[in-house]
């Protein structure tokens, strides 16, 4: 095998324990992760799974990273084109709802169960969900803030409050569909999201 060939090779591997990992780690968290496990279930030795990572919290941050990159494409950048305000706000909610009733992932919020997992440890890897939790956040506020500015929502609407009660519709999302099985939730969240967000 040529040199290139052989780093292709490792690239491919890389991306198939890391797309391995969100897959389970969505379903038993980030400590749910394995290299034994992973090694058995992609047909690879301990020591190869562990070559391209060095220890488990690279792992997990490598997972994390993916999970995020995911989210990214099935969330924000399919509504990147809806005009900017509260045109682009619904957008954004209407695909994160999507994102959830259609078990993207088999564990649902990936970022919610590992919020869950970690919030209350210290370390790189709750440092890293707790980071991509705030960027999202960041996100929907810039995205609410410009609602207001714009006369989309009126001016006296707390952005922190609203965005507060939207992730809460998400988190009570993620809770029905996956602990309950309610697959009417959807409804329900898409009828939340229209009383904060109006019609």
Same mark, same amino acid.
């Given at each position: ?18 797309? @391995?990992? #969100? ?8 400590? /749910? +992760?394995?290299?034994? =496990?992973?090694?058995? &279930? ?30 990214? @494409?099935? #969330? ?8 900017? /305000? +509260?045109?682009?706000? =619904?957008?954004?909610? &209407? ?30 890897? @709750? ?73």
């Amino acid at each position: 095998m040529s040199p290139r060939n052989s780093v292709r090779e490792a690239h491919r591997t890389r991306q198939r324990i890391i797309d @391995r990992g #969100v897959v389970i780690a969505s379903v038993e968290g980030l400590e /749910g +992760l394995t290299i034994g =496990r992973l090694a058995t &279930e992609l047909e690879l030795s301990k020591a190869g799974v562990l070559g391209h990572f060095g220890n488990k919290e690279s792992l997990q941050l490598a997972v994390v990273d993916a999970a995020a990159a995911l989210f990214a @494409r099935e #969330v924000p950048e399919t509504v990147r084109d809806v005009p900017p /305000g +509260l045109p682009h706000l =619904r957008a954004l909610c &209407e695909a994160w709802v999507s994102y959830l009733e259609r078990d993207v992932l088999p564990g649902g919020c990936f970022f919610t169960a590992a919020a869950a997992e970690f919030d209350g440890r210290s370390g790189p890897v @709750r440092d890293a969900v707790a980071g991509m939790n705030a960027l999202w956040q960041r996100d929907l506020r810039i995205h609410i803030r410009h609602a207001i500015s714009s006369g989309d929502l009126p001016s006296n609407v707390d952005a922190d409050q609203l965005l507060y009660e939207l992730a809460g519709v998400m988190l009570a999302l993620n809770h029905f569909l996956q602990l309950q099985r309610d697959r009417s939730a959807s409804a329900r969240a898409r009828r939340a999201l229209r009383c904060l967000l109006g019609a």
